[in-house]
Nanobody, 115 residues
């Protein structure tokens, strides 16, 4: 089994920054993809940033140039550095790990951008 624990969400003003962290534990395989999704009220689940092990990050168009995903494979941790935050970035952010055709999800962390 795999557990994901997110941290780093909170309230920030427009133009501010936040960094989310997600630590994975349990039966983690070396080859996996980790990433972040988000869901805003009344909107569908959206992929924000994904990063395969040893691969190239992939970003949603809406966050390119503002968000940066990174991984510390030794710690099985993925980060999402968010800059120049906008009200449309307000959402619950979920960490995801995909391995061996299975997906695991964190509990979510709230990010609120106030204007």
């Amino acid at each position: 089994q795999v557990q994901l624990v997110e941290s780093g969400g909170g309230l920030v003003q427009v133009g501010g920054s936040l960094t989310l962290s997600c630590a994975a534990s349990g039966n983690i395989f070396t080859i996996n993809t980790m990433g972040w999704f988000r869901q805003a009220p009344g909107k569908s689940h959206e992929s924000v940033a994904m990063m395969p092990y040893g691969g190239v990050p992939n970003y949603a168009d809406s966050v390119k140039g503002r968000f940066t995903i990174s991984r510390d494979n030794a710690k099985n941790t993925v980060y999402l550095q968010m800059m120049r935050l906008q009200p449309d970035d307000t959402a619950v952010y979920y960490c995801m790990l995909r391995q061996v055709n299975r997906e695991y999800w964190g509990q979510g962390t709230q990010v609120t951008v106030s204007s």
